[in-house]
């Protein structure tokens, strides 16, 4: 019996072994980098990108956003906040989402961007972005509906003032090594042979030590 017990418990370390970690929320907000940052690779498990020639920049300014600081994407340094910005994570995301800023539009409700989702590396949909009428509202992008996002990219901003990004949230998988497998269990016919062979060292240590007549 006490075989069937190693040989489950032997399995059920290599069933918990399998199983996928835990994932992390994260939320990213800028807060605590100085103004005029460029965003690449601070934050873990995402990077930071752009179309040539431009860069993400940290801008400061409060009231606009959550906080002090928001990220907006523009060309030579210049936070003109009208070019694209690109997120690749280092492995899939779920529940992402994230607010545009400072947006100034005549009627709420109108698409002032695009954004691109790919899933699991191909593209998967195109989203609107919508903002109102107030600049200092933020308003919500959901892409939560996306499991296993790999990247977004932010484009076709129409606003005439140009738009900011705010408080990405997601939850991802961390990318975990491969496990070691679990040490294997002698079956009952390897104990059998072992006793066997044990008894038969101790019969013939028995007879090296018998004294000569």
Not at 22 to 47: H, M, R, S, Y
Not at 110 to 138: E, H, K, M, Q, Y
Request: with cysteine.
């Amino acid at each position: 019996m006490r075989w069937m017990f190693n040989r489950a418990l032997s399995a059920a370390i290599v069933v918990s072994s399998m199983m996928a970690a835990p994932a992390l929320a994260a939320l990213i907000d800028f807060e605590g980098l100085p103004a005029a940052t460029v965003v690449t690779n601070q934050f873990p498990g995402v990077t930071f990108s752009s179309a040539s020639g431009s860069q993400n920049l940290v801008v400061t300014r409060s009231g606009v956003g959550f906080g002090d600081n928001f990220l907006c994407t523009g060309a030579g340094g210049s936070p003109t906040c009208t070019g694209e910005t690109i997120l690749t994570f280092a492995s899939g995301v779920s529940g992402l989402t994230f607010y545009q800023v400072g947006d100034d539009q005549a009627v709420d409700g109108a698409r002032v961007a695009l954004v691109d989702v790919s899933v699991g590396g191909t593209f998967a949909a195109t989203v609107n972005i919508l903002g109102d009428t107030n600049f200092f509202n933020p308003n919500l992008v959901d892409l939560s509906a996306f499991s296993n996002v790999t990247s977004i990219r932010i484009h076709d901003i129409t606003d005439q003032t140009g738009l900011g990004w705010d408080n990405f949230s997601f939850s991802a998988t961390p990318v975990v090594g491969p496990v070691a497998a679990a040490p294997a269990v002698p079956e009952p016919e390897t104990y059998a042979m072992l006793l066997a062979g044990l008894g038969l060292l101790g019969l013939v240590a028995g007879r090296r030590k018998k004294p000569s007549c």
